[in-house]
Nanobody, 117 residues
């Protein structure tokens, strides 16, 4: 059983920064998704299993950065220049394949990010 646990969410003012962390118990491909109330879960950022390929949603490109610390089994999402529309529950996910997809088997419980205006 691969386990994922997110942390680092909270309340921040628009324009501020926040860093989310996710412990991952396997060296799989990783990604971040988010879901606002009443909306579908959407892709945010991903990193291939090798760590050589990354993708970002257009809405966060240039503001968010996904990274990982392999010795600590942790993946991060650095969020800068936060906007109220970034408010959502953020989830990390992992997949034994090359990249994470919506059908990936492993997901964390989520951490709330709220950006005030």
């Amino acid at each position: 059983q691969v386990q994922l646990v997110e942390s680092g969410g909270g309340l921040v003012q628009a324009g501020g920064s926040l860093r989310l962390s996710c412990t991952v118990s396997a060296a799989y491909a990783v990604a971040w998704f988010r879901q606002a109330p009443g909306q579908e879960r959407e892709f945010v950022a991903s990193m291939s299993r090798s760590g050589t390929i990354t993708y970002y949603a257009d809405a966060v490109k240039g503001r968010f950065t996904i990274s990982r610390d392999r010795p600590k089994n942790t993946v991060y999402l650095q969020m800068n220049s936060l906007k109220p529309e970034d408010t959502a529950v953020y989830y990390c996910a992992a997949d034994p394949g090359t990249m994470v997809t919506m059908r990936s088997p492993y997901w964390g419980q989520g951490t709330q990010v709220t950006v005030s205006s």
